[in-house]
């Protein structure tokens, strides 16, 4: 009786195993000969832009047949690009990569926002990027201590409204108290443009974004949140207050969610899943793996539901904090 209840149970399991291989196969084989619109909610030029088509480029090798067509969305803060993604057809054709500063938004309850990122359909995300203060050496400040001091503020610059750059900015001068006069407007590489003019003296920013500008002595980091780097300060460890840490620890939970690749609500699954393996072979691509080093883009993948569980993490914050958060942008 035991070896039949075996046997019985193996040949279940053989079965299953072979409908989903037999589902998987199916997907892949729906992007066959098909053209795919992927959709960058910002302006070409800049990380966000050179990540997304570096992505496109490598899911096309390893979806075989397929045709990846980048397709730029900038305004309001990656919202407009977002928006078309998520009301876009369900059909797996149309996804693409967006702020995440969009979860600020959504937690403040941003009038504009016609999505819900909690049922998008989870691609992967290629990187944990923790945030930097850059300062310029024009201006001066050679530490975050030195910053708090000033009596006259600085400048920094950010991107457009509701970008992840425009809502940290507002909320550490307002948490913490800084010195810093918001520029808003500047998307791509802009921010580092206008710091070279003179026009900003600062910006708080992914590590990634800005490694190079300091490594070319154009500027230096003052404080960090999130990552393992011990070159730069971390910025919880220099702040006092309950509302001033809870808000750090806010945008440290965005360090780790980078460069992510979503979809609309209710992609059939077999394709959902098709897409997924194509991300995680061309993630991991060794190709992929050194163009990214030359690049300066950090590679830290995370496939599926891993990524969707981050997000609704980041998505649950205590009343205060998304008071102090709601706060912050009205003044902003």
Same mark, same amino acid.
């Given at each position: 009786?035991?070896?039949?209840?075996?046997?019985?149970?193996?040949?279940?399991?053989?079965?299953?195993?072979?409908?989903?291989?037999?589902?998987?196969?199916?997907?892949?084989?729906?992007?066959?000969?098909?053209?795919?619109?992927?959709?960058?909610?910002?302006?070409?030029?800049?990380?966000?832009?050179?990540?997304?088509?570096?992505?496109?480029?490598?899911?096309?090798?390893?979806?075989?047949?397929?045709?990846?067509?980048? +397709?730029?969305?900038?305004?309001?803060?990656?919202?407009?690009?977002?928006?078309?993604?998520?009301?876009?057809?369900?059909?797996?054709?149309?996804?693409?990569?967006?702020?995440?500063?969009?979860?600020?938004?959504?937690?403040?309850? !941003?009038?504009?926002?016609?999505?819900?990122?909690?049922?998008?359909?989870?691609?992967?995300?290629?990187?944990?990027?923790?945030?930097?203060?850059?300062?310029?050496?024009? /201006?001066?400040?050679?530490?975050?201590?030195?910053? +708090?001091?000033?009596?006259?503020?600085?400048?920094?610059?950010?991107?457009?409204?509701? /970008?992840?750059?425009?809502?940290?900015?507002?909320?550490?001068?307002?948490?913490?108290?800084?010195?810093?006069?918001?520029?808003?407007?500047?998307?791509?590489?802009?921010? +580092?443009?206008?710091?070279?003019?003179?026009?900003?003296?600062?910006?708080?920013? /992914?590590? /990634?974004?800005?490694?190079?500008?300091?490594?070319?002595?154009?500027?230096?980091?003052?404080?960090?949140?999130?990552?393992?780097?011990?070159?730069?300060?971390?910025?919880?460890?220099?702040? !006092?207050?309950?509302?001033?840490?809870?808000?750090?620890?806010?945008?440290?939970?965005?360090?780790?969610?980078?460069?992510?690749?979503?979809?609309?609500?209710?992609?059939?699954? !077999?394709?959902?899943?098709?897409?997924?393996?194509?991300?995680?072979?061309?993630?991991?691509?060794?190709?992929?793996?050194?163009?990214?080093?030359?690049?300066?883009?950090?590679?830290?993948?995370?496939?599926?539901?891993?990524?969707?569980?981050?997000?609704?993490?980041?998505? !649950?914050?205590?009343?205060?904090?998304?008071?102090?958060?709601?706060?912050?942008?009205?003044?902003?």
């Amino acid at each position: 009786m035991n070896v039949l209840i075996a046997a019985v149970a193996l040949s279940t399991t053989f079965l299953a195993a072979g409908t989903g291989m037999a589902h998987a196969q199916e997907g892949k084989a729906f992007f066959d000969g098909k053209s795919i619109t992927y959709i960058v909610a910002t302006s070409p030029g800049g990380v966000y832009d050179t990540n997304g088509r570096l992505v496109t480029q490598y899911m096309q090798k390893h979806l075989p047949g397929s045709t990846f067509v980048v +397709q730029n969305m900038p305004g309001a803060g990656h919202l407009i690009g977002t928006n078309y993604i998520y009301a876009s057809e369900p059909d797996g054709l149309t996804f693409g990569t967006f702020n995440t500063g969009l979860i600020y938004g959504q937690l403040s309850g !941003d009038q504009n926002i016609k999505f819900d990122l909690t049922k998008m359909s989870w691609i992967g995300k290629v990187a944990s990027d923790p945030r930097v203060i850059i300062v310029t050496k024009e /201006s001066g400040i050679e530490s975050f201590e030195q910053l +708090q001091a000033l009596q006259q503020p600085v400048k920094f610059a950010t991107a457009g409204k509701g /970008s992840a750059s425009m809502i940290e900015a507002t909320m550490f001068v307002k948490a913490l108290k800084l010195p810093i006069q918001v520029v808003s407007g500047y998307n791509g590489n802009e921010d +580092q443009l206008a710091m070279m003019r003179g026009e900003v003296q600062g910006v708080i920013g /992914s590590r /990634s974004e800005f490694q190079q500008f300091v490594d070319e002595g154009k500027g230096r980091m003052i404080a960090q949140v999130g990552g393992n780097s011990t070159d730069v300060p971390q910025l919880s460890s220099m702040i !006092d207050g309950d509302t001033a840490r809870q808000i750090v620890e806010l945008i440290e939970s965005q360090s780790g969610i980078s460069r992510l690749t979503a979809g609309p609500p209710g992609i059939p699954e !077999d394709r959902l899943n098709a897409l997924r393996d194509a991300y995680v072979a061309a993630t991991s691509d060794p190709e992929f793996v050194e163009k990214a080093r030359t690049l300066g883009l950090p590679v830290d993948p995370l496939v599926g539901n891993d990524v969707g569980a981050l997000v609704e993490k980041a998505l !649950d914050q205590k009343p205060d904090v998304i008071d102090a958060l709601k706060e912050a942008l009205s003044e902003g």
